[in-house]
């Protein structure tokens, strides 16, 4: 999918300063390596609200999502009341909540303290970032790596503060498009760098224990910001860089 603007506004719902870069895309490749575009839609419009939830909202719900889990199990022509049953609902609830544990928490929280004033103008990138997170289609999981890269202007960004914000938002449920173009803009909206690049290669469950099965298939989605998306040798730099 590609897509273009001139500017942006707290799209991810965390910072109130404009993001200044011209132009932002994503490109998203499926198994048989084409390339597909379109306009915005209005999903983006939802992207500018910060979806949290608090450690006391997990206490609250957790039974009423262990009750759902039951009724899941009868669905399926189970007896949650048998031995190996017994625990399952719970054990299902917890285990969503800590899936998609990135509702209850912000960037704002991830950076405090963790952004630096540095006079260094060249290339910073961290590649193969694990990541896990849930397909919103199906609930089943996707995961894979991330590779970033940002062209920073005076300003750094703690290293492994890269990877925290890969893990916010991969843990929710995701469809990879999103999860490439919210990173990206995360670190947009913090640094006000000169450029950001962003790069997800992931495996689908739903590609491969359901529907078409295929097995191998992987799919590569990229969001190029500011002068990753101006400048071809800025770009080709950093692809070259991340699969070396």
Not at 13 to 25: D, N, Q, Y
Not at 37 to 46: G, L, N, R
Not at 70 to 86: A, F, K, Y
Not at 135 to 144: A, K, S, W
């Amino acid at each position: 999918m590609l897509l273009e603007q001139d500017s942006l506004h707290s799209i991810n719902g965390h910072f109130e300063g404009k993001a200044k870069i011209a132009k932002w895309a994503v490109l998203s490749k499926d198994a048989t390596g084409e390339t597909s575009s379109s306009q915005p839609s209005s999903v983006i419009e939802s992207w500018k609200e910060a979806r949290t939830r608090s450690v006391e909202d997990n206490e609250m719900s957790l039974p009423s999502i262990a009750a759902a889990y039951s009724t899941i199990l009868r669905g399926l022509g189970e007896d949650p009341e048998r031995q190996g049953l017994l625990k399952t609902p719970w054990r299902a609830a917890t285990a969503m909540q800590f899936f998609t544990k990135g509702y209850q928490e912000q960037i704002i929280d991830v950076l405090n303290d963790a952004i630096f004033d540095e006079d260094h103008d060249e290339m910073v990138i961290v590649k193969d970032i694990d990541m896990f997170s849930m397909c919103e289609h199906h609930l089943v999981p996707i995961f894979g790596r991330v590779h970033i890269g940002y062209l920073p202007n005076k300003r750094v960004l703690g290293l492994s503060k890269l990877a925290r914000i890969v893990e916010i938002y991969s843990r929710r449920l995701q469809v990879q498009e999103r999860l490439t173009k919210q990173i990206a803009v995360a670190i947009t909206e913090a640094l006000q760098p000169a450029g950001v690049g962003v790069v997800v290669e992931a495996t689908h469950m739903c590609m491969v224990m359901r529907g078409v099965q295929k097995m191998n298939s992987k799919t590569v989605t990229s969001a190029m910001l500011g002068v990753f998306r101006e400048d071809p040798k800025t770009r080709d730099e950093f692809l070259t860089l991340i699969r070396s």
